[in-house]
């Protein structure tokens, strides 16, 4: 039911758009989806380790919601949020000098593919605990609130979250003191290699919301224009003082939990029906259909991004690692003379 | 210089501090209309409004999380743990978070917060309300561990804890909250990271922390009777810690006891002991004792409780086993 009050939203998103605008949302998909398919290239071939959760398949979410929010808007995202990063305007140069661990990388190579972070950005950090950020999310709009500030907090999680007591508190305590903070499900079926049904006992993840006094929705997570016009009224909500709304995108990850999971608790017909739904498809179906693009202005755009992600893996292959006597370092403000106070 | 009480103390440099910074809030269970649960926060929200000292339902990790994403976000929490017990359901947010966001993040981030918590023992009030946990927080790089004793430390610390930018676990003793001391008025600092001497003597040093010190103290005092001359130090920080002047005082008197509330085994006293080794072995002439609280969960009768913490008997029976 819900996604048929939908379906006329992503119609509804189209005609708020100007065209340069609607290929931007397409060019920041093929951006996330090039990154990652480099990213698994490079991790195959040993040049970034550890865990590295992809976002390949998710994109219309990130790209969607933050393309409906204004750049001092905060997001906080987990610990597969290459995406988020990328979307809320992070360097790919930046961003991938950190997959590869090197100095030069968004978080100086301390952090990895987990913790990417940019104040700048006011993107607020990947935190690789289930449920982390979502406590941090309230905060983050507490201190918005406080100190009387436009801002809107985005904060994205996983269906797997839903089940951690961090959820339940911070949705309590941001509808309690009405805080501008805009949360966002993504439901792609699977915390690791559990199937929402095994772990969560309301499978209609959106329904949480009316509990916490908030609305809730469910949009389709494969349509960038449905997440992009949930998203504006959530934080339109949320500016004007009305507190925070819960937002279920259901998608689905084309890769596996991590670099290592080959994803075999999914039958292969289901990541078949699945890529059939591939969100930069259907965006570049849809956007040819109305003529708001052509072929070669779309091909262009493909042609660019994919030689920023050339020059992003250069860029990182030739970063210095960072000096081992920074090791040590960083660990307390007040060491590492930043202190301000 | 006035007498006040330890809790006094706390109360005035929340005062001093919210009126000094526009930036510094409180937030934890109770802190506001009902003044506190061990009534630290008294007053503060009649002076300072329900924006400022603010009432959180009982959501201990998202109380902590939410301090977190506010210190981001450019404020300065104070949060109140309602005691330390209550601090472990939000381990998460200050180990994962708190702790490591500075640097995880490249340094890019900081986390300016003060997560203050009452804990110990010594009221009867059984196994999940006796804790002193100090040690977990400790072994934690990314957090200053700080720990007073005295009222005038407890303002003069907490005030320093405020006005600087790492996260901070702040600990009270229960017990220390009626305890009366002089402490200055207006602006007064204690920097992190200096113990104190707080009675000179030659023949053994007991280092100590929080309501031990006073053991410590009584322990001095009756061991002067048997002609044994005890220094005594309060570390006051565990994080950092003033190791220096451990070191120094044990390279004088050659012999330590280490006095805590924490359990024996894995203790902040074992963490010392092992400093002090490495610092000053050659200048031991006896191992480095323990006074700690025994390896048990607190059990409620009062006998058994009082036989489980220490006590300055035990502090003055090691201090003899050394001589």
Known sequence: ?341 | MAEITYREALNQALREELDHDERVFIMGEEVGYFGGAFKVTDGLLATFGEKRVRDTPISELTIVGAGVGAAMGGLKPIVELMTINFGLLAFDQIVNSAAKIHYMFGGNAKVPMVIRAPQGAGHQLGAQHSQSLEAYFLHCPGLRVVIPATPADAKGLLKSCVRQDDPVMFLEHESLYGVKGEVPDGEHFVPLGQANVMREGKDVTLISYSKCVYDAIAAAEALENEGIDAEVIDLRTLNPLDIGTVVESVKKTARAIMVYEGWRTGGAGAEIAAQIYEAAFDHLDAPVERVATLDTPMPYNARLERAALPSAAQIVQAAERLM
């Open chain 1, 1 to 341: 039911m819900a996604l048929e009050r939908e379906k006329h939203i992503a119609e509804r998103a189209l005609l708020t758009m100007d065209d340069v605008q609607i290929i931007d949302l397409y060019r920041r998909m093929v951006l996330i989806r090039r990154f990652e398919e480099k990213t698994a290239e490079m991790y195959s071939r040993g040049k970034i380790t550890g865990f590295c959760h992809l976002y390949a398949g998710e994109e219309a979410v990130a790209v969607g919601a933050i393309a409906a929010l204004y750049d001092k808007d905060y997001v906080v995202s987990t610990y597969r949020e290459h995406g988020h990063c990328l979307a809320k305007g992070a360097a790919p140069r930046a961003v991938m000098a950190e997959l590869f661990g090197k100095a030069t990388g968004i978080s100086r190579g301390h952090g990895g593919s987990m913790h990417l972070f940019d104040a700048n950005l006011r993107f607020m950090g990947g935190y690789a605990i289930v449920g982390g950020g979502l406590p941090i999310a309230a905060g983050l709009g507490l201190a918005v609130k406080y100190r009387e500030e436009p801002e809107v907090v985005c904060c994205f999680f996983g269906d797997g979250a839903l089940p951690q007591g961090a959820f339940h508190e911070s949705l309590n305590l941001a509808s309690l003191w009405k805080l501008p903070v805009v949360f966002i499900c993504e439901n792609n079926f699977y915390g690791m290699g559990t199937m929402v049904q095994n772990a969560i006992c309301q499978e209609e993840l959106y329904r949480f919301a009316e509990p916490y006094k908030m609305p809730g929705v469910r949009v389709d997570g494969m349509n960038v224009l449905e997440v992009y016009q949930a998203t504006v009224e959530a934080a339109a909500r949320a500016r004007e003082g009305d507190g925070p709304s819960l937002i279920e995108a259901v998608t689905y990850r084309f890769r596996g939990h991590s670099m290592s999971d080959p994803a075999e608790y999914r039958s292969r017909r289901e990541e078949r029906i699945w890529q059939e739904r591939d969100p930069i498809k259907q965006l570049r179906r849809k956007l040819l259909q109305d003529r708001r693009a052509d072929e070669n202005q779309l091909t262009t755009v493909e042609t660019e991004v994919n030689a920023i992600i050339e020059d992003a893996v250069r860029f990182a292959e030739e970063s210095p690692e960072p000096a081992l006597d920074t090791l040590g370092k960083l660990v307390y403000v007040e060491d590492d003379g930043t202190a301000q106070s």
